[in-house]
Structures are given as structure tokens and as C-alpha cells.
């Protein structure tokens, strides 16, 4: 099962890093449901900058782990390459 790691913009224009298996139920749940994350649900609406394919769920936990450690600038410039 393909997994994703991926990169939302907020309303505030602060940088959200997550991961999932199904990025289009997520997404959807990020802007409409109860079951987005509370930073993104208080921050509405978010928009997708990036995503990256993994073969399996610790490639991606790995991945959205290493992401979240870098600072905003590094962020910003692995959406500018994708």
C-alpha cells in the first residue's frame, strides 16, 4: 500500500506536515470533518503545497518525522522542488 507524506499550507500561513494512506480523504478531512488534526482544524482552510509516494507506513512516518525537525525555510524550499 502506497503511503504519502505530505505539506499543508494554513489559512495562516503556517506549514503543516503530515502523513497518510489515502491523501484525498485526508485532505478532506484536514478542511471539512471533526477528525482533521486540531492544529489544521483551527486554521482552516489548508491547501496542499507537496507530497511525496513511500512503499510502506515506516518509510513515511520516517520521512514526516525527518520534515518536521527541518525549519520553515528548508519546508519551503522542498515545495519549491516538488
Do not use: Q
Not at 506549514?15 to 488534526?37: D, F, P, Q
Not at 509516494?53 to 520553515?72: D, L
Amino acid at each position: 500500500m502506497i503511503h504519502f507524506v505530505y505539506i499543508l499550507e494554513c489559512a495562516d500561513k503556517s506549514l503543516y506536515v503530515g502523513c497518510t494512506n489515502n491523501l484525498e480523504k485526508r485532505m478532506k478531512e484536514h478542511n471539512e470533518s471533526k477528525r482533521g488534526a486540531h492544529y489544521t482544524k483551527i486554521r482552516r482552510p489548508v491547501e496542499l503545497k507537496y507530497s511525496e509516494r513511500h512503499s510502506n507506513m515506516k518509510k513515511a512516518r520516517a520521512r514526516e518525522a525527518e520534515i518536521k525537525t527541518w525549519p520553515r525555510a528548508k519546508k519551503i524550499a522542498l515545495i519549491g522542488s516538488g
